[in-house]
């Protein structure tokens, strides 16, 4: 016989609000001897089994059997759950019969033309095989609805409809796109002091134009646009308005819903400055050595962006002396009558606090020792804020994580106060690539390469690289390893294979092979100290230039070279802010049949001008010095003109240039013998054009010259000149260089502008 137990729960039952009810004493119903499932095929009995709070050998109430149907049913597989009494062979069971939602066996879309199918079933969390859950599908449908949005469809509509069969169900997804929408215009009433394209300028909100089919530009996105207008409180104080006052925008579309006109309204109100800058609260340091480390300071432009960096740059004071939990309030107190504003820091500086343990969590590919060799803190040591943001930072020039992925979370230990364990918690991404692209350059001309290269070789942050890249006037094949810390210790380890035929020379081509292998080491944060050791061969062929000796040429270098590396850029890859600099000296001569010293020096800086405007610059110097009789290579010399260096000029335009018998022709002819010296500085200024496209313009000037002995040789000091715009596009193959270069008094040998195309960021 079998008693039921309990009303059925539907869809509709709410366990929250049936969990608030009052449902009377308890009652006490009958001992359990057993519990039983009946009617689940998909869901295991086990899975249910271990949702209730009701166990054998337990006597039942009617609040523990309310609550174990509420469990069972918020596991969203059943569509009704019933409770039983069975009697059987003298026991009692509790038996509980279900009935299973359907399974999704087909999802569907309709009315979607200008999204494919595949692109929406990427949104959703429903997927095929899952059990139909109807909160999900109402939540698929703000999620299709998101991604219209984005695409610039801000009237698309979602819906849903059911076809059920015996224990499956098809899913329709109803959508009704409309037509694109696209902001025609954004007006600014109100703003006195900050005129409309400062303001556009700072939102992500933007007004079609003639690039938006290459970008999302244009397009209109509420959740973009409720930011933007917080945006603009936040840029408004960075220029002291503290009272800005932006009231509600006003969106109006057009009547055949294709366009949105946005208008804000502000009050800008009076520009306050800085008045006194006060401290108070447990202070561990004197006001002069805080009032040193801000930026805000009496008599400035209140800036509220300042004021956020001045918190942090106090709260790390606090921390390095390993107050962990340093709290720093800020108060503004307005001067009465001034617009001026009066900053008062208060500190609580808590505990002394030190590192726990420190884990790793997410790293199914590299290992935890990748990780833990670029950190700067330590189990056991006094908390550091400092230590702790450069950990981070190091971790993150890895490369090995997706952009913002890297987290280090502190989690006070249970029972204390001071001792702080660190979580770090990162999120892998692929760092092996493979690429094959063709194109052409006005260097190279038509070209084939190819690249494999994997960043996190193992998993142990090892580089291994293998570039191929073929041309009329240039053959390169070279295959490295890189080893950055050799037997876990600070010591990095590398090689190289690499042959080279080359076109570029006009006076002959050459063909250069050979090895290197280098060790380095850290002498400072940022810093380290390297030497290569490197031997090759090379052979000159089809030599047209008559004063060209091949003797010279021909022949191996047996060389050593010690440089010095200091690189302090935010991306090693795209840097828009810091600075790298470089000197070596190379030694050729321990073995082989070359001779010679050579000495360079490169410093670059790295900007952000204002906004996404980056300046960048580099000044580079080199010196070939000859140790014996024999002449230096024309293949080792220097020479300069083209893509790489001096833009307004052709390949081989710079350097020493003499007059010698051409083979082919048998006249004479302007030949380019190449210099012992050479002296190059670069500046430009970088802005994307289209940012979603990866797509910048730049504009650019260089100076240099080469020489043929030394540059200060006789007060010869001639400095050529050149400058020019381009574009750059950061495209899947690296990036590609389009550069009109025009020259500053060109000689009639050297002609005009040069249009260069070329790979490859310059610096």
Same mark, same amino acid.
């Given at each position: 016989?079998?008693?039921?137990?309990?009303?059925?729960?539907?869809?509709?039952?709410?366990?929250?609000?049936?969990?608030?009810?009052?449902?009377?004493?308890?009652?006490?119903?009958?001992?359990?001897?057993?519990?039983?499932? %009946?009617?689940?095929?998909?869901?295991?009995?086990?899975?249910?089994?271990?949702?209730?709070?009701?166990?054998?050998?337990?006597?039942?109430?009617?609040?523990?059997?309310?609550?174990?149907?509420?469990?069972?049913?918020?596991?969203?597989?059943?569509?009704?759950? %019933?409770?039983?009494?069975?009697?059987? #062979?003298?026991?009692?069971?509790?038996?509980?019969?279900?009935?299973?939602?359907?399974?999704? =066996?087909?999802?569907?879309?309709?009315?979607?033309?200008?999204? =494919?199918?595949?692109?929406?079933?990427?949104?959703?969390?429903?997927?095929?095989?899952?059990?139909?859950?109807?909160?999900?599908?109402?939540?698929?449908?703000?999620?299709?609805?998101?991604?219209?949005?984005?695409?610039?469809?801000?009237?698309?509509?979602?819906?849903?409809?059911?076809?059920?069969?015996? %224990?499956?169900?098809?899913?329709?997804?109803?959508?009704?796109?409309?037509?694109?929408?696209?902001?025609?215009?954004?007006?600014?009433?109100?703003?006195?002091?900050?005129?409309?394209?400062?303001?556009?300028?700072?939102? +992500? /909100?933007?007004?079609?134009?003639?690039?938006?089919?290459?970008?999302?530009?244009?397009?209109?996105?509420?959740?973009?646009?409720?930011?933007?207008?917080?945006?603009?409180?936040?840029?408004?104080?960075?220029?002291?308005?503290?009272?800005?006052?932006?009231?509600?925008?006003?969106?109006?579309?057009?009547?055949?819903?294709?366009?949105?006109?946005?208008?804000?309204?502000?009050?800008? &109100?009076?520009?306050?400055?800085?008045?006194?800058?006060?401290?108070?609260?447990?202070?561990?340091?004197?006001?002069?050595?805080?009032? #040193?480390?801000?930026?805000?300071?009496?008599?400035?432009?209140?800036?509220?962006?300042?004021?956020?960096?001045?918190?942090?740059?106090?709260?790390?004071?606090?921390?390095?002396?390993?107050?962990?939990?340093?709290?720093?309030?800020?108060?503004?107190?307005?001067?009465?009558?001034?617009?001026?504003?009066?900053?008062?820091?208060?500190?609580?500086?808590?505990?002394?606090?030190?590192?726990?343990?420190?884990?790793?969590?997410?790293?199914?590919?590299?290992?935890?020792?990748?990780?833990?060799?670029?950190?700067?803190?330590?189990?056991?040591?006094?908390?550091?804020?400092?230590?702790?943001?450069?950990?981070?930072?190091?971790?993150?020039?890895?490369?090995?994580?997706?952009?913002?992925?890297?987290?280090?979370?502190?989690?006070?230990?249970?029972?204390?106060?001071?001792?702080?364990?660190?979580?770090?918690?990162?999120?892998?991404?692929?760092?092996?690539?493979?690429?094959? &692209?063709?194109?052409?350059?006005?260097?190279?001309?038509?070209?084939?390469?190819?690249?494999?290269?994997?960043?996190?070789?193992?998993?142990?942050?090892?580089?291994?690289?293998?570039?191929?890249?073929?041309?009329?006037?240039?053959?390169?094949?070279?295959?490295?390893?890189?080893?950055?810390?050799?037997?876990?210790?600070?010591?990095?380890?590398?090689?190289?294979?690499?042959?080279?035929?080359?076109?570029?020379?006009?006076?002959?081509?050459?063909?250069?092979?050979?090895?290197?292998?280098?060790?380095?080491?850290?002498?400072? %944060?940022?810093?380290?100290?390297?030497?290569?050791?490197?031997?090759?061969? =090379?052979?000159?062929?089809?030599?047209?230039? /008559?004063?060209?000796?091949?003797?010279?040429?021909?022949?191996?270098?047996?060389?050593?070279?010690? =440089?010095?590396?200091?690189?302090?850029?935010?991306?090693?890859?795209?840097? /828009?802010?810091?600075?790298?600099?470089?000197?070596?000296?190379?030694?050729?001569?321990?073995?082989?049949?070359?001779?010679?010293?050579?000495?360079?020096?490169?410093?670059?800086?790295?900007?952000?001008?204002?906004?996404?405007?980056?300046?960048?610059?580099?000044?580079?110097?080199?010196?070939?010095?000859?140790?014996?009789?024999?002449?230096?290579?024309?293949?080792?010399?220097?020479?300069?003109?083209?893509?790489?260096?001096?833009?307004?000029?052709?390949?081989?335009?710079? &350097?020493?240039?003499?007059?010698?018998?051409?083979?082919? /022709?048998?006249?004479?002819?302007?030949?380019?013998?190449?210099?012992?010296? +050479?002296?190059?500085?670069?500046?430009?200024?970088?802005?994307?054009?289209?940012?979603?496209?990866?797509?910048?313009?730049?504009?650019?000037?260089?100076?240099?010259?080469?020489?043929?002995?030394?540059?200060?040789?006789?007060?010869?000091?001639?400095?050529?000149?050149?400058?020019?715009?381009?574009?750059?596009?950061?495209?899947?193959?690296?990036?590609?260089?389009?550069?009109?270069?025009?020259?500053?008094?060109?000689?009639?040998?050297?002609?005009?502008?040069?249009?260069?195309?070329?790979?490859?960021?310059?610096?």
């Amino acid at each position: 016989m079998r008693t039921l137990l309990a009303i059925i729960f539907f869809l509709s039952f709410s366990a929250q609000s049936f969990a608030q009810e009052i449902i009377g004493p308890i009652k006490e119903m009958f001992l359990v001897d057993s519990i039983e499932v %009946e009617g689940n095929r998909k869901v295991e009995s086990e899975a249910l089994l271990e949702k209730l709070s009701i166990q054998q050998g337990m006597i039942l109430d009617n609040y523990l059997l309310r609550r174990d149907l509420s469990r069972i049913y918020e596991m969203k597989y059943f569509e009704r759950v %019933e409770a039983y009494q069975k009697k059987a #062979e003298g026991k009692d069971i509790l038996l509980f019969k279900v009935v299973e939602k359907p399974i999704i =066996s087909k999802i569907h879309f309709e009315g979607n033309d200008e999204i =494919s199918d595949d692109d929406l079933k990427e949104q959703i969390k429903s997927k095929v095989y899952n059990i139909l859950d109807v909160s999900s599908l109402k939540n698929d449908l703000r999620l299709l609805e998101k991604h219209y949005e984005e695409k610039g469809y801000f009237l698309a509509q979602a819906s849903y409809s059911l076809k059920e069969s015996a %224990e499956s169900v098809e899913v329709t997804f109803n959508i009704k796109e409309w037509d694109k929408v696209r902001v025609k215009k954004i007006t600014f009433l109100g703003n006195n002091d900050i005129d409309d394209e400062t303001l556009k300028g700072f939102m +992500q /909100t933007k007004e079609e134009s003639y690039f938006s089919f290459m970008s999302s530009s244009g397009n209109f996105k509420e959740l973009d646009f409720q930011t933007d207008i917080e945006r603009l409180k936040y840029y408004y104080k960075t220029k002291g308005y503290l009272q800005i006052n932006v009231q509600n925008p006003e969106v109006t579309a057009s009547e055949d819903k294709k366009w949105i006109f946005i208008t804000v309204r502000l009050n800008e &109100g009076p520009q306050f400055t800085v008045n006194d800058i006060f401290f108070n609260g447990d202070l561990e340091f004197s006001d002069s050595e805080m009032t #040193e480390k801000l930026k805000l300071k009496s008599g400035d432009i209140y800036n509220e962006e300042n004021l956020r960096l001045d918190i942090q740059t106090l709260t790390e004071m606090y921390q390095d002396k390993g107050y962990a939990f340093a709290n720093v309030l800020r108060t503004l107190e307005v001067v009465p009558g001034e617009n001026k504003v009066d900053v008062v820091f208060s500190f609580e500086k808590g505990v002394i606090a030190y590192f726990g343990k420190i884990t790793v969590k997410g790293n199914t590919k590299t290992r935890d020792k990748v990780l833990r060799r670029e950190l700067r803190i330590y189990e056991g040591d006094q908390y550091s804020g400092s230590k702790l943001r450069i950990s981070k930072e190091r971790v993150n020039r890895l490369g090995f994580f997706q952009p913002e992925s890297v987290i280090f979370n502190t989690i006070t230990r249970k029972g204390t106060d001071n001792v702080l364990d660190v979580e770090i918690s990162i999120k892998e991404r692929s760092t092996g690539q493979i690429s094959l &692209g063709a194109g052409y350059s006005t260097a190279t001309k038509a070209f084939v390469q190819a690249s494999i290269a994997q960043n996190n070789f193992r998993g142990l942050g090892q580089n291994v690289n293998l570039n191929v890249s073929y041309s009329d006037f240039q053959q390169i094949y070279n295959l490295g390893f890189t080893e950055p810390y050799l037997f876990d210790t600070q010591w990095t380890a590398g090689a190289d294979y690499y042959q080279t035929v080359s076109y570029f020379i006009r006076s002959f081509s050459y063909k250069k092979h050979g090895a290197d292998v280098r060790v380095g080491h850290p002498i400072f %944060e940022y810093t380290r100290l390297f030497l290569t050791y490197r031997y090759e061969d =090379s052979k000159v062929r089809d030599v047209i230039n /008559t004063a060209i000796d091949e003797k010279v040429e021909n022949g191996s270098a047996s060389s050593l070279q010690l =440089s010095l590396i200091h690189d302090k850029r935010n991306n090693i890859f795209e840097p /828009t802010k810091g600075h790298y600099g470089s000197t070596s000296l190379e030694y050729t001569g321990l073995g082989g049949s070359m001779r010679w010293v050579k000495a360079e020096v490169e410093g670059r800086y790295y900007y952000p001008v204002w906004r996404d405007l980056v300046f960048r610059t580099r000044i580079q110097g080199a010196q070939l010095f000859k140790t014996t009789e024999r002449e230096i290579p024309r293949i080792e010399k220097f020479s300069m003109g083209g893509a790489r260096n001096m833009r307004g000029f052709n390949i081989e335009d710079i &350097g020493p240039r003499r007059r010698a018998l051409n083979r082919d /022709t048998n006249t004479l002819e302007m030949f380019n013998f190449g210099g012992l010296s +050479q002296f190059l500085t670069t500046i430009e200024f970088e802005h994307p054009l289209i940012k979603e496209a990866g797509l910048k313009w730049v504009v650019f000037a260089d100076v240099g010259n080469v020489w043929e002995e030394r540059m200060l040789k006789d007060g010869n000091f001639r400095l050529r000149a050149d400058y020019g715009f381009g574009f750059r596009w950061f495209s899947p193959i690296g990036v590609l260089r389009f550069e009109f270069g025009f020259p500053v008094n060109p000689t009639e040998e050297e002609g005009g502008s040069q249009f260069h195309f070329d790979i490859g960021q310059l610096f």
